[in-house]
């Protein structure tokens, strides 16, 4: 079986609401409309947020020095795939090639992602549970309904509501910890 897969990007990371000492992480679809909030914890969330800021620190943090010794050992990170999600926690396998060998370990998807940022590999999900965990933006629910999309179909103002709206379905589902995750999107969204 060969299950399509979606390649992804990190757009935010900010302060989760929801969980004290944790971050919330949001994972955008390249080239579509879908994003995938995913709770991430503090030293990931700095780990990733110094990367994507170009800072180098004084020494190498943990995921630095753990791309150093892939490199080293002359293994080539190849992709990070999201290949399930259990109870709202999400479950990612690194793909490596060393010389004639590729091979799959398990990591955290917070890891994973670290050390994808820092060794250029691409970051996938299978296109399934993407669609049933993303968040949809306004721009991508009018685009089905209608293909004449215009500017003001994308409006921050819409994209809010539809967020307020996602949430109020999740908090109506008992789905608190999806709900947490809008909330803290939508707090996020707010301060920008």
Known sequence: MNKKKVELQVLNISNSQAQAGAYAMVLGEINGPRQLPVIIGVAEAQ??????????????????????????LGANLLRILIYKVENGIFYS???????????RIDA????????????????????????????????????NENEDTDKEAASPKKTLEQLKAALQNAIDKEDYERAAQLRDIINQQKKQ
Do not use: Q, W
């Open 108 to 143: 955290r998807t917070s890891d994973a992602i670290a050390l994808a940022l820092r060794m250029n590999a691409p970051i996938f999900i299978y296109d399934d549970i993407l669609e049933t965990e993303c968040l949809k933006t306004e721009h991508s629910t009018i685009a």
């Open 47 to 72: 780990s990733m947020m110094i990367e994507m800021r170009g800072i180098t620190p004084p020494r190498p943090l943990t995921h630095t020095l753990f791309a150093s010794v892939l490199k080293a």
């Open 93 to 103: 396998y690194l793909y490596m090639k060393t010389e004639e060998t590729i091979l």
